[in-house]
């Protein structure tokens, strides 16, 4: 006696989906300043001393409103403290394309920050990764950025081993 497998129903459909996201004071000063000038912009809450990068409006330890007025210039190396090589098909949901693969993806802590920002990093190699190890933010040129984390295409090692 043969099985015979029936095939799930399914409407295939493709949905338009458009939706504006305000980004608030924040993050439209980080954005601003990193495609006018290629500065990287953190933010300091007042009551605790915390550094928070990427900056954010409320700081989560003390639940103080953080404002423009907080932000400030940082370096644009940090260390790497994790990270992890990408082996897998993944659709980039920027350009709704399947992103090269392998590549490297990282905890990086830039100098002088207390968090931690998630972006790509150039090396794909898990040997020449270590711990701790400087990175520094590759920035596009200025008539190339546009103002979105894009204008950062990933962090490049300083030192290798
Ligand atoms: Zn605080």
């Known amino acids: 006696m043969s099985e015979k497998k029936e095939e799930p129903f399914s409407i295939n459909w493709l949905t338009d989906l458009p939706y504006r996201y305000s ?17 990287l912009l953190g933010i300091k809450c007042e009551k605790c001393g915390k550094v928070f ?16 007025n907080d932000m400030f210039e940082m370096s644009d190396e940090g260390s790497l403290d994790g990270f992890t090589v990408v082996n897998y098909p993944f659709v980039d949901p920027n350009t709704g394309e399947t992103r090269p693969f392998p590549y490297g993806y990282g905890a ?3 100098k002088g920050a207390d968090t931690w920002m998630l972006h790509f990093v150039d090396e794909t190699n898990p040997e020449k990764v270590k711990p701790g190890m400087r990175v520094k933010a590759v920035i596009k040129p200025k008539g190339e950025r546009k103002g979105t984390l894009e204008d950062i295409p990933y962090f490049r090692a300083v030192e290798k081993k």
Do not use: H, N, Q, W
């Not at 980004?23 to 500065?39: D, N, Q, R, V, Y």
């Not at 954010?56 to 003390?62: E, Q």
């Open 53 to 68: 990068f990427p900056p954010r409006a409320i700081c989560a330890d003390c639940m103080v409103e953080m404002t423009e």
């Open 108 to 110: 990086i802590k830039l």
């Open 23 to 39: 980004m608030g004071p924040i993050a439209l000063k980080f954005f601003k300043e990193l495609k006018e000038s290629g500065k």
